[in-house]
């Protein structure tokens, strides 16, 4: 797994620390699977890693626009993106809304640590 490095976003904690986030929720038993944080072209990452598919999430209709975008522009520098939808119940959910809505958000939308996170920055 991927957790892309946006120099444009300014995420709530450092990359390695998204990373360690993201393998923590992960099944122990998914000991095969390694999350890695990374700055450059998600695609150049494929090819150094061997990766020839890219799963990526959509929300909505604006997603989709964007994702189309990356997915051609991925398949040009041959790795193929597979475009799935978001359940409707996530689908307004957004890293945006989540930094905005942390202290009062609904907690099931978040994972444990994050949820944890909210609640312990809430109170200080």
């Known amino acids: 797994m991927l957790v892309a490095v946006n120099a ?3 995420p709530a904690s450092t990359p390695s620390d998204r ?3 993201v393998r923590g929720q992960l099944p122990a038993s998914w000991d095969n699977v ?5 700055p450059g072209l998600t695609a150049a990452f494929c090819r150094q890693h ?3 598919v890219i799963i990526r999430g959509v929300r909505d209709r604006s997603d989709l626009r964007h994702e189309y975008q990356l997915a051609v522009m991925n ?3 041959g790795v193929t993106t597979l475009l799935l939808p978001a359940r409707p119940e996530l689908a307004a959910v957004s890293s945006t809304v989540l930094r905005g809505a942390l202290g009062g ?3 099931r939308l978040l994972w ?3 949820a944890a996170l909210g ?3 809430s109170h200080s």
């Open 8 to 10: 444009g976003k300014r």
């Open 19 to 21: 990373a360690a986030q």
């Open 34 to 38: 390694s999350v890695t944080a990374w």
């Open 50 to 52: 061997g990766a020839c």
């Open 75 to 77: 398949e040009a520098l």
């Open 105 to 107: 958000c609904d907690r």
């Open 112 to 114: 444990p640590s994050l």
């Open 119 to 121: 609640k312990s920055s």
